[in-house]
C-alpha cells in the first residue's frame, strides 16, 4: 500500500517458504497498519513491478509465484474472486506469460 515492491515481494516469498504445501492466512482489518484500500490503490501499480523483475534476474516462475500469492491473499482480504481482481493485470503464471504481449525479458 505505500509502494514499498521490494519488500512486499521478500515478504511474499519468505511467506512461502515457510510452508511449501499450504500458508494459512486469517485476514483482520483491525490489526492492518496498512488500510486495504491503499493496497488496492497499488495493485496495478505492483502487478507492473513484478513483471519488470524479469529484467532484474528473477525467474518467470518466481515472479508468477509472487503474483499468485499476492492475489490469493487480496481475494482473502476482499472477499472477490481472483478473476475479478486480475482483470487488465499483467499475469504470469508457472514460465508463461498469461498475455500474448508480455514475454521473458522484455
Known sequence: GLGH??????????ASALNEEMIT???????????LAMVMEKKEEFVDWTVGRLDH????????????LFFNL???CTGRSIDELTTGSHLISGSEPATD??????
Not at 25 to 35: A, K, N, R, S, V
Not at 57 to 68: F, M
Open 57 to 68: 534476474g528473477s525467474s518467470a516462475h518466481e515472479v508468477g509465484g509472487v503474483q499468485d
Open 5 to 14: 515492491f521490494e519488500r512486499a515481494r521478500r515478504h511474499l516469498v519468505k
Open 74 to 76: 487480496l481475494s482473502i
Open 25 to 35: 492466512f486469517l485476514y483482520d482489518e483491525g490489526q492492518m497498519i496498512i488500510p
Open 101 to 106: 504481449d508480455i514475454k521473458e525479458g522484455e
